[in-house]
């Protein structure tokens, strides 16, 4: 136990316990008492590893208090609380932060430096053109990326710490760890091994900025400008022509049919063979449900490819013969036109054309260029005024996503398969969604999959796809070959190491093997944090006492990746759910309620608001917003942030009065007063345990501080005099229930305000309150209705003085307060401390029909 100092302050109660909980290991997992209890008497929690590319920001805060506040109930609970942090330090923001923090650029191509020192450190994170970075090897970019993941973490963790998280910190792992490499690559082995992984040549999103295949689940639609431009198809035997309209005619020499609803106006010509207008490319009419008959003209070039329908159309249409339609591609992987023009283009001075003017040009200039040309040729013959409409880009990209076709990794994810989507609804319907209406977007994600989980990325730093390729005589991948290393082997690097029976000097010879340069999506190594951290496939024993986890909290913008893709990861592999329960926390938003993000600039980055306010402040704020709500921040008036503060002051200070009264010896609890405190302390207890049992910090949070503000303007007002009494034969129950009041309230405050309560706690208690019993029920009878009656009086006194235009202080001659019966006998077992409180000499009681001060007589100036 510590003195209690003269000035009870909030400053420097962060830097002191986090330093005692770290001495004293308050937040260790302890395995051998976790060993003994089993899976039962352990609280294990999925904890979201941050992206480790850049700082922190004030919805970090806002959602990991949360769950901190959920683990610090557990664990008071008599849980062994299993609390890890991991980072998610790969992935394409990693690899773009590296870029522009250093200079550089990853070229496979180029050799390792081993002294290669970055052309500067410090970028400031925003876009840089990657002509003006220096290529450096895949080794010595890794690297670097290493380095800074590395200083990044440092600085979450401290403040993290600062939070006052109570997390095992020597239960932490990294997305780009050996052992995290060897987890991931063992759980792909095993979707290849039962048939849920496998490759395709195939339409595929692209990002040209990071040159990189995207996932379904990481795209999102943005508005941009664009306008109808009208062309002419004449038919093929000179009779006339149909007019279509788009939005993307530098596709026109890609365009492989034209496409119209089959009850639509052009039905007739369903079947009937256009040429491209310029390129001479002859092509069919075809009919589709999804083309619209109403919209344009009815009907539309199907292109490869301008839009995700065009993959449709392409993989569904057939020609009259009965053939796939033509996979005709013109836009690279860097997002420029290809050097040469798709065969089909059949005229000569079309294929010159091609090269000179659209060869290596982006998608806007090849735009102008074909606009004007078919102007010039008359096939163009008006462009509409621009509008705005949705396209489709990568979430962390700058520019739209074009469609080309690669080989990739796909993981069946139940898009194609009844029986895999109706186990992946089943579990999220077995899982206790906090709160429940977020379980509707999860159903929603899956019963919306239109393809398999795209697993491979183009990119350089994470998880290498643990495979290689035979050879054949030619010196071509033998996609049919694909050569994996035995899981003993794992992690590997196929780039570097060597598949069993081959040699190093066999690697890109006919007749030898090529290694997959692919590395696995981040959200594919993410997908298994619940493996990461509880041990899977590493340490068995505590795999068993962890999983399934209890809790996994998250934000609810990642339902549709992080909690889907670890739910399908553990369907797949373990055949349940990998959680009892999600927490979903809601956003942040400014004061004008648009959500906070970095894109919009307008993040709060939280190191300046924790330290101005203290941690506890912040953490009431965090608190004080449901699951699933959206909480408004506005860093230049954090009104819920100061009340915060008030709150965390005022339990050090009632606390150190409180603490100033002796308990005698034996002291028992006598007074109706003391008893009806204690009584409505209990019913607090009960509703605030149900709240943070039911993950409703907010509920837990409003009973209780509405109880706190109670117990110190009114309780303790009431019986200080009496406390201070020596000779009162009520000191000693006075003395009692403050103390007992004051253990309970720390203890449903500690999950809150976690470094004010573990102050106050060392006053006058051993060990910490973070592992101290959670508070039960104490059973002493009592009326409830006195200190409600005492309290409503209390106020009814201060008024009637405050009308007098009269101190508080000043004594009362006499007094009548008035009551209904059925408050009168309440009103009587505190009528001794209202008067000591109230300075009345002569208080006198009635019943009345309404609660009031009828009279009231201040005492002479004289006797004052």
Known sequence: ??????????????????????????????????????????????????????????????????????????????KTVFYPMGWDDNGLPTERRVQNYYGVR???????????????????????????????????????CERLTVEDEKHFEALFRQLGLSVDWTQTYRTISDDTIRQSQLAFLRNIERGEAYQALAPTLWDIDFRSAIAQAELEDRDQQAAYHTIDFPFS?????????????????????????????????????????????????????????????GAAMVCTFGDVTDIVWWRELRTVSGDHLPNMTTIGLDGRFLPDAPSSVADAAAQQWYAEELAGKTVFSARKAIVEKLQETGAMTAVGKPFNHAVKFFEKGDRPLEIVSTRQWYIRNGARDAELRDALIGHGAELAWHPDFMRVRYENWVGGLT???????????????????????????????????????????????????????????????????????????????????GGWQRDEELWELTAPFDLRPQGQ???????????????????????????????????????????????????????????????????????????????QNPTQVKIGRRLAIKVLNAAKFVLSFPVPEGAQVTHALDASMLTALDGVIAEATRAYENYDQAKALEVTEAFFWTFCDDYLELVKERAYNQNDVGQASAALALRLALSTLLRLLAPILSFATEEVWSWFEEGSVHT??????????????????????????????????????????????????????????????????GRIAELGLAVGDEFAVTAIELAPVEAV
């Open 557 to 635: 913008d990642i339902i549709r990746t992080w909690l889907f893709s670890t739910m399908l990861r553990s369907t797949l592999e373990d055949g349940r759910s990998p959680w009892r329960n999600a927490a979903i926390s809601g956003f942040i938003v400014d004061p004008d309620r648009k959500k906070m993000s970095k894109s919009k600039g307008n993040v709060v980055t939280p190191a300046d608001i924790l330290d101005t306010h203290g941690s506890d402040a912040v953490r009431y704020w965090s608190a004080s917003s449901r699951l699933g709500m959206d909480a408004a921040f506005d860093p």
């Open 1 to 78: 136990m510590s003195a209690i100092p003269d000035k009870p302050a909030l400053e420097g109660l962060e830097a002191k316990w986090n330093d005692a909980w770290a001495e004293q290991g308050t937040y260790l997992f302890d395995r051998i008492r976790a060993a003994q209890t089993g899976r039962d008497g352990v609280y294990s929690i999925d904890t979201p590893p941050p992206t480790a590319s850049g700082s922190l920001h004030i919805g970090h805060v806002f959602s990991y208090t949360h769950t901190d506040i959920k683990a610090r109930f557990e664990r008071m609970r008599g």
């Open 106 to 144: 990853c070229d496979p191509s180029l050799p390792y430096d081993p002294d290669f020192t970055p052309p500067f450190e410090g970028g400031d994170n925003k876009s840089s053109r990657a002509a003006d970075q220096l290529p450096i090897s895949r080794r010595n970019f890794i690297e670097l």
């Open 237 to 297: 035997d000179g009779s006339g022509s149909i007019t279509i309209e788009t939005t993307r005619p530098e596709l026109l020499p890609a365009c492989i049919a034209i496409v119209t609803h089959p009850e639509g106006p052009h039905k007739h010509l369903i079947g009937t063979k256009v040429t491209t207008p310029f390129f001479g490319a002859e092509i069919e009419i075809h009919g589709h449900h999804l083309a619209l008959a109403d919209k344009g003209t």
């Open 772 to 837: 101290a019993s959670w508070p039960e029920p104490l059973g002493i009878e009592g009326d409830a209705a006195v200190l409600s009656v005492a309290s409503e009086a209390l106020i009814s006194i201060r008024r009637a003085k405050t009308e007098a235009k009269a101190s508080q202080k000043t004594p009362v001659a006499s007094a009548m307060i008035t009551a209904p019966a059925e408050k009168y006998e309440a009103l009587q077992a505190a009528a001794a401390d209202l008067s000591a409180v």
């Open 451 to 533: 393809g398999d989980w795209l697993v491979s990325r183009q990119r350089f730093f994470g998880v290498p796809i643990p495979l290689w390729y035979a050879l054949d005589e030619n010196g071509d991948r033998d996609y049919d070959r694909v050569l994996t290393p035995d899981h003993s082997a794992l992690p590997i690097d196929p780039t570097t190491d060597v598949p069993a029976g081959y040699t190093a000097e066999q690697r890109g010879v006919p007749g030898g093997f090529d290694a997959e340069a692919d590395i696995l999506d981040t959200w594919a190594t993410s997908s298994l944090t619940p493996q990461l951290a």
